[in-house]
């Protein structure tokens, strides 16, 4: 079991051969680095991963050397300091057939990049018998990442290999105006984010992350964590913060997390529908904490899924939002309810947003719509069975109606609202669809 964590900057300056007294500039993060190899030669792990956003990267697939030794040196930075270690061919094997888009490459010696040095540099001086697997990271989206993580601790587990593993990366390098990229408000706003979401070990707002945040703080440090996160899915975990330094313009943020157990389910969560459940989840932590939680969070049932969806809220019996799509917007039923549930919270035009005290007095639909059919002769409605979506013919206006709905009885009722809702007008003509809902209330 891969129990522990640790998440690491990179900065060459603070290995004394480079920084030449520079290093005591950042003292925090040297004492870090220092906590970190006493630590580690302790436990006497027989394999360390790293996971490196300066190792070798590919838009498609993830790096995962297949060698018998790994080698790393600090000359590019001036200082005469290497590093060879024996690379675990078979755990990194393991890792590459169970997870997807792997490079798998063959070499006869992986390179020690300098995010995976710097740390590995403290831990030599305590403890030099472990093997390496060095691992980059990609252009995929943050879900995959998180599932590399899913599939490196499988992998671990199945070896039974003694492990660690290391997730090198800087936070913003855009902290101050003699930084390497300058002053950024968005940098500051990038590590504060971060940096809460670590000492909360609130890991599945790691995969839905700001993307814009992201690419503005000209940081290198997200998509290490995102597969750290993956390691601890569906595990309760504890969050040391050991230091956090800007001196040089770069966020240097140094945590250790703790595999704590197993999450969990309440009884709540287990006797509750999971349709309901995931916009529930949704909807509270929006409300609680302004972020989106990300798909993780719902049954591969859900995931597997691809279907519009609306999600309705009620408070005393009385609606309190309702938002949905007609079409699918996203690539899995999972994101269709997440956002839905989100806008219906907070974006339906006709209502303030819900406050965190109305929480415990919602009660939640989610439909999910079935196929689209054209209805040629409106005695094939049925308000009870059938939704209808109504629309313009000469330009975009459209307006639907959920079926079953109290007050509406008639098909005459249906296409009256139905109608008004797009704002066409009776003798205007129209185009009428119907279709069946799955729904979980």
């Known amino acids: 079991m891969l129990d522990t964590v640790y998440i690491c900057p990179h900065p060459p300056i603070v290995v004394p051969e480079v920084g030449a007294g520079e290093e005591e500039k950042i003292r925090p993060t040297l004492d870090s680095f220092k906590r970190m190899a006493k630590e580690i030669a302790n436990f006497k792990p027989e394999t360390i991963i790293i996971t490196s956003p300066h190792q070798l990267a590919y838009m498609d697939g993830f790096y995962v050397a297949n060698a018998d030794r790994a080698y790393g040196d600090l000359l590019q930075f001036g200082a005469d300091a290497s590093i060879e270690k024996k690379y675990d061919r078979d755990l990194a094997s393991l890792i590459a057939e169970n997870a997807n888009h792997i490079s798998h490459l063959n070499e006869d010696t992986a390179t020690i990049d300098h995010g995976s040095f710097v740390p590995l540099y403290f831990i030599e001086q305590l403890y030099k018998n472990y093997e390496l697997v060095l691992i980059g990271i990609s252009g995929l989206s943050a879900k995959n990442h998180y599932d590399l993580g899913v599939k490196i601790q499988e992998a671990v587990e199945k070896s039974s290999r003694r492990a660690i593993m290391i997730a090198s990366g800087d936070l913003s390098h855009a902290l101050k105006d003699y930084g390497p990229y300058g002053y950024k408000e968005e940098g500051e706003v990038f590590d504060n984010t971060i940096l809460d979401i670590l000492e909360r070990a609130d890991l599945d707002s790691l995969t839905s992350f700001d993307e814009d945040l992201i690419n503005a703080a000209d940081q290198c440090g997200i998509r290490s964590f995102q597969i750290m996160a993956g390691v ?6 504890s969050s040391e913060k050991w230091s956090y330094d800007n001196e040089f313009g770069v966020g240097y943020g140094f945590f250790k997390l703790t595999r704590q157990g197993e999450k969990e389910i309440s009884e709540l969560n287990k006797n509750e529908d999971p349709y309901i459940n995931l916009a529930r989840l949704a909807i509270e932590t929006y409300v609680k904490t302004g972020r989106r939680i990300s798909i993780d969070q719902a049954q591969d049932v859900i995931i597997a899924r691809k279907a519009s969806s609306f999600v309705t809220i009620y408070k005393d019996q009385a609606l309190r939002g309702c938002i949905g ?48 059919e054209f209805v040629e002769n409106i005695d094939d409605l049925d308000p009870k069975r059938y939704g209808v979506v109504v629309g313009a013919t000469h330009d975009n206006r459209r307006g639907l109606l959920l079926p079953d709905l109290d007050g509406v009885d008639t098909i005459e009722e249906q296409l009256e609202i139905a109608l008004a809702k797009a704002g066409i007008d009776k003798s205007e003509p129209y185009q009428c669809l119907r279709f069946e809902v799955e729904r979980h209330d």
């Open 325 to 372: 799509t007609i079409r699918p917007v996203y690539e899995n039923l999972a994101d269709e309810i997440i956002n839905n549930a989100i806008s219906a919270c907070s974006s339906d035009p006709r209502f303030s947003p819900v406050s965190e005290d109305e929480l415990t007095s919602l009660v939640i639909n989610v439909d999910v719509l079935g196929e689209m």
């Open 232 to 237: 601890f899915d569906g595990c309760d975990v």
